[in-house]
């Protein structure tokens, strides 16, 4: 059984002295005698007390509760491998605490990039309706920004630490942002949106806040390094290694499914040589790419001149009319400096050409070089060598 707060056992003790001394007024003033005045007083007396300690063992259970909840939330935090699991954790616990209310984790990415946005499972029926996407490049979040939390009551966006907030200012209703940083280190804020939020829903925001914000920034930082690690510099798109790591999963994942997968190696025709109108070049190339691409599609910047594009799905002639189309593009975009781009491309499926990852791409690569044999900006896909 709970311990009885001391609070609750002095109001007890305080109410029994109340009693006593009403028992000796009503003896000595109504002429009644001091045992049966005694037990009357005495039991209404009791009645409260045993009420306000109902209240109180209530409170004390309801905040062993919490505290135990946020034990637990501490523990999958430090069990969680990954930062995705880590914002869905602290989604979770913060819709838990308020579940008619709308939860989002913000997240500062590269400046290309902008915010990017988890939401909670709850979101048409409050505030967030309002924000649209899974990232906003033009937005900010001054809670991120200033690393202060912000409450926000107006349908202006006007938080009490005051300051617009251009994200905020889409929400109506009132809001509770809750910065995600620690030691220095970023990794986004909370953003919690109802009609109403209680106080007390915010104090446990806030402790919430606290316990992932080391966890969370500890792996956005190292989330960072890896995705620097395996890109370009150049481009931002994944470099050579990753791309291979990449085919080697794509390829062992079309074997499973029995489908097929299309790999297109693009090479600039004639790359400026100029080292800065030759970057120039290959950053608008990059960047055309990831535009033109499926959303599917897997774009990597291969090798000096090379782009490899790795379409899932997709078989031979798939992939030849992908080629077709990115070469087109290519052909049509102006480059301010750097003149006139073109690409010659080569194609190869799995399994129709290759059978391993290595073959694919040795495929690829041999009908990128008949493409630039026959004279450049063309498509050209391989020949199989399986017999059927």
């Known amino acids: 059984m709970a311990r009885l707060p001391a609070p609750a056992l002095a109001a007890f003790v305080l109410i029994a002295a109340l009693a006593c001394a009403a028992a000796a007024f009503a003896a000595s003033r109504l002429g009644v005698g001091p045992a049966p005045a005694g037990l009357f007083v005495g039991v209404i007396a009791l009645g409260y007390a045993a009420c306000g300690l109902a209240v109180a063992h209530r409170g004390r259970a309801k905040a062993d509760r919490e505290a135990r909840d946020l034990t637990e939330l501490t523990r999958l935090l430090a069990s969680s491998t990954s930062e995705a699991q880590s914002r869905s954790l602290l989604l979770r616990y913060a819709q838990r605490i308020a579940p008619s209310a709308g939860a989002v984790v913000l997240t500062r990415g590269d400046a290309a990039q902008g915010l990017e946005l988890t939401f909670g499972e709850r ?52 809001l509770s942002c809750e910065p995600l940083r620690t030691a220095g280190r970023q990794a986004g804020a909370l953003l919690v949106a109802d009609e109403r939020i209680d106080p007390a829903v915010r104090l446990r925001l806030h402790e919430a806040a606290q316990r992932a914000a080391p966890v969370l920034a500890m792996q956005h930082t190292q989330a960072a390094i890896e995705r620097r690690a395996g890109s370009d510099p150049l481009t931002a798109l994944p470099n050579r290694p990753a791309a291979e790591q990449t085919l080697r999963r794509l390829c062992a994942q079309a074997g499973r499914a029995v489908s097929p997968l299309a790999a297109v190696l693009l090479g600039l025709d004639q790359p400026p040589e100029r080292k800065a109108e030759r970057d120039q070049a290959l950053a608008l190339v990059g960047r055309r790419l990831t535009e033109t691409a499926r959303a599917s599609d897997y774009i990597a910047r291969f090798d000096a001149h090379t782009f490899l594009v790795l379409a899932p799905d997709t078989d031979r002639e798939g992939g030849a009319e992908l080629a077709e189309k990115l070469r087109r593009d290519l052909e049509l975009l102006a480059a301010s400096s750097t003149g006139r781009l073109t690409a010659s491309l080569g194609v190869a499926a799995l399994p129709m050409d290759a059978l391993v990852p290595d073959d694919l791409l040795r495929q690829a690569d041999h009908a990128l070089a008949v493409a630039r044999a026959l004279g450049g900006n063309r498509v050209q896909t391989a020949e199989s060598t399986i017999a059927p």
């Open 123 to 174: 979101i048409v029926d409050t505030p967030l309706r309002a924000l649209s996407g899974a990232r906003l490049a033009s937005e900010s979040c001054r809670a991120i920004e200033l690393g202060e939390a912000r409450e926000v009551s107006t349908t202006a966006g006007a938080s009490e630490n005051g300051g617009e907030c251009t994200l905020c200012g889409r929400l109506a209703g009132e």
